[in-house]
């Protein structure tokens, strides 16, 4: 027998012995059903579903502990009125299979009362399911698919969109471009849910400003080499490229293109503009532009001493980025409106929903623009970051803001 088997066994061994004693123990069985039953009153279950191992684990990693720790911070704090939140994590790998089964779990078996989710496809896929059971869904996903409440009731996410951000881009070309003629751009993107989410939108807006979307070019989800695709797109001679990808990702891509000598400014959407980028791309990455939908770590923001102050104390040595940021401010306004929906003593799915429908220009201390949903309209914000890479750091460059119009509204 190989050794993981004997393993397994030893512990199906041991799970079925600890089941048969409680089982033959009243007493026991009644001190543990007790035990669940304070737990109860007085934990808040939360399901937390994290990409740890996909294609998307170079942002989902730290995200996910962003969101862990500003939780555990907030518990180490009072919870939420005394009650302790209890993060149920599981890792589905960017797979919808598995995310459809964590979610069952989640609703069957741990009774949550809202979900931290992550990727663009498995959350717009379940956002029926979710407006079904009315469970609070914060998905990591900036869809602009995901923000229109008469759609999508029960679905939520902290900062600009996807589609806000292309739109940013798009203003950004406009006033940058010095050539003759309208500006040429370029999208590259996946053929996924995260990958294609902004483009619509972009392409409506690229023609609404003038500019000329010259070129559309769609990339593997994850791939060693993309030489092939960057020459399909320079054949266009775009004068800017937006990329729609994860940070390792456009890392491997930002280098191929600095091999073939493109002189294209590339600009990165608010999963590749991270501070892995210089790391990962090296001098590929410089001059590099991107979104940032929340401030870049140790920034100077108020709400950053919290974050420095925290991982100085518990990960002394730990490397983290503005995605971790990003995790950390999910954490903080879900964590409201469960305070808000607790003291309505609504502390249920209608009651979340409607507590983080009163969020009007929430504050996290400038680590994302302040927050706001209504119960008509839940795009949080449609404020940006650009940022630029020089010398290897992400710098910034100016603040975008585009119109809330209500026809871009779900787009």
Not at 296 to 302: F, L
Not at 328 to 347: M, S
Request: proline share 4%.
């Amino acid at each position: 027998m190989k050794f993981g088997k004997i393993l397994a066994a030893v512990a199906a061994v041991i799970a079925f012995a600890s089941t048969s004693f409680a089982a033959e123990t009243p007493k026991a069985a009644k001190a543990t059903k007790a035990k669940k039953t304070a737990k109860t009153a007085q934990t808040i279950m939360v399901g937390g579903l994290w990409d740890l191992t996909g294609v998307t684990a170079d942002v989902g990693k730290p995200f996910a502990e962003g969101v862990q720790d500003a939780i555990t911070y907030i518990n180490d704090k009072g919870g939420v009125n005394g009650k302790q939140i209890e993060l149920v994590n599981v890792d589905y790998a960017y797979k919808m299979p598995q995310a459809n089964a964590a979610y069952k779990k989640f609703i069957e078996s741990d009774k949550v009362v809202m979900i931290n989710g992550w990727g663009t496809g498995d959350t717009e896929a379940l956002k029926e399911i979710i407006t079904k059971d009315k469970i609070p869904y914060f998905s990591a996903s900036y869809s602009g698919h995901l923000t229109d409440p008469s759609k999508t009731p029960y679905n939520f996410f902290v900062g600009a969109s996807y589609s806000d951000q292309i739109r940013g881009f798009l203003q950004f070309v406009k006033k940058d471009f010095k050539g003759t003629g309208a500006p040429k751009v370029a999208f590259i993107y996946p053929n996924h849910g995260f990958g294609k989410a902004p483009i619509e939108a972009g392409k409506q807006y690229a023609k609404e400003l003038g500019i000329d979307l010259v070129h559309e070019e769609v990339i593997p989800a994850s791939f060693q080499d993309v030489t092939s695709n960057l020459l399909n797109m320079q054949k266009k001679a775009p004068d800017y490229a937006y990329v729609q990808t994860t940070v390792s990702w456009c890392a491997v891509l930002l280098k191929d293109a600095k091999k073939l000598g493109i002189t294209t400014k590339f600009f990165l959407g608010n999963y590749g503009m991270t501070e892995a980028l210089p790391l990962l791309a090296k001098e590929a990455a410089e001059g590099v532009y991107g979104m940032a939908t929340h401030a870049a770590y140790g920034e100077n923001v108020k709400g950053m001493k919290t974050l420095l102050d925290w991982n100085k104390k518990y990960h002394p040595n730990a490397v983290r980025d503005t995605v971790y940021v990003r995790g950390w401010t999910y954490g903080v306004v879900w964590a409201e409106g469960l305070k808000i929906a607790d003291k309505n003593k609504q502390l249920n799915g209608e009651g979340i929903k409607k507590a983080l429908e009163t969020l009007k220009d929430f504050d996290t201390g400038g680590l994302v623009p302040p927050i706001t949903y209504t119960a008509t309209d839940h795009r949080p914000t449609t404020k940006t970051t650009i940022y630029v890479i020089k010398d290897g750091k992400m710098t910034k460059v100016q603040e975008m803001e585009t119109a809330r119009k209500k026809e871009w509204l779900g787009l």
